[in-house]
């Protein structure tokens, strides 16, 4: 077991563009092009009759303002398609990288 899988879960609480608040859980963090991104997924809360379905990777980026980091949405598609696919090459390998501990024999 990983040394991640030990910990407990962490939880944020951000404001999404309506104004409500919302709390995610982080799952991990990358920098790419210089840029730091956190991926989240969103919390489901089971007395929400009106809940999105939609509980796909959220992935928000850190940005200075006013000296303070805070997260921010990405700011294109296309940004926001590059590092979704960078987030799915780090957590997959990640994946790959704990399937491969074990008896020490390869596949055959």
Do not use: H
Not at 34 to 39: T, V
């Amino acid at each position: 077991m990983s040394e991640a899988e030990n910990e407990s879960p962490i939880f944020v609480s951000v404001i999404d563009e309506n104004g409500k608040e919302i709390v995610i859980e982080y799952v991990d963090t990358i920098e790419y092009n210089g840029i730091i991104y956190k991926a989240f997924f969103p919390t489901v809360d089971d007395d929400d009759e009106n809940a999105d379905d939609d509980n796909g990777l959220i992935i928000l980026k850190e940005v200075e303002e006013n000296g303070e980091a805070i997260l921010s949405t990405l700011d294109s598609d296309e940004e926001l398609s590059a590092v979704y696919d960078e987030f799915m090459n780090v957590l997959f390998d990640d994946e790959d990288d704990a399937d491969d501990v074990g008896d020490g024999e390869g596949d055959e």
